[in-house]
């Protein structure tokens, strides 16, 4: 039963080393509409001092600090475990929510019982969308297409774009297989039914892997793109590029063999598990011969 002191929305932010990027999250959601009460917790994994610093400037704002840093997952737990509200928003400190952005995310939550997440339209600093926004759970098939960068190359079909639904109009609202962990809005008892982030993952991939479990635990998610976040996409990766893009590919490996591999033949789990090396191994020496300024995995 909801007590009457209780909030209706945690939103719980994990942060590191991106302080500016936080203090414009913070301001926005100071901005926004909240008539159902607002929770605010910062789970601090970084080691510059920022969650001292947030306490003395925003004594409203529960912050928790990690021990180390143990991974974009079992941060936002951390933040989980401590939130007292009836809804759950993991939101990103590169994101920016517009005013009505908490009002309309928690209509689309509350108007269906079976939707138990809802993600927004993510904008890009260009304006472009971000694909994450909304994505197909990964098979083997649609994550070769997507490699292949098939959907630029052959626009609007269907099977080619599956994985991102870019044959969609992204203005049109409905169910999706998963939405994005920058802007995750998770119904309470969804997420207690379905269990908090896999630690496993240390950053990528935590998120269709719980939307996965989700859908499992017998709730659906719905993209809404009535919302309209903006979303500064990579900001905290760039500053661990090379164990970030390493991160990137182990997320595929583990996502394949936890939730696919057992229906899959020995030969397609060779080749995947080969296809996700090679990958990883390109990425690396790639990413190592561009300037450091755009080191990041997007």
Sequence with gaps: MTRPDQPGLSVVIVTYHVPSLLRRC??????ADAPF????I???????????????????????????NPGFGAACN???????GQRILFLNPDTEVPPDGLVLAVAA??????????????VRADGSLDLSARRSFPTPANALYHFLRLPKLVPGNRRFGAYNL???????????????GSFMLVRREALDAAGLFDETYWMYGEDLDLCLRVREAGWRARYVPSVVVAHLK????RRRPLRCTYEFYRAMMVFHW??????????VNIAVSAGIVCLGAVAIVRDRLRPPARRHVS
């Design 42 to 68: 910062v789970v601090d994994a970084g080691t510059d001092g920022n969650g001292a610093d947030l306490r003395r400037t925003d004594p409203g704002v529960i912050v928790i600090e990690a021990p180390e």
């Design 78 to 84: 951390l933040g989980a475990r401590r939130a007292t």
């Design 258 to 267: 936890k939730h696919r591999a057992r229906d899959a033949s020995p030969a």
């Design 234 to 237: 990579g900001q905290s990766s």
């Design 109 to 122: 939550l509350d108007a269906d019982p079976g939707v138990g997440i809802v993600g927004p339209k993510l």
């Design 26 to 31: 913070l301001d926005a959601l100071r901005r």
């Design 166 to 180: 870019t044959y969609i109009n992204p203005d049109v609202e409905g169910d999706v297989d998963a939405v994005a």
């Design 37 to 40: 009460g607002l929770e605010t």
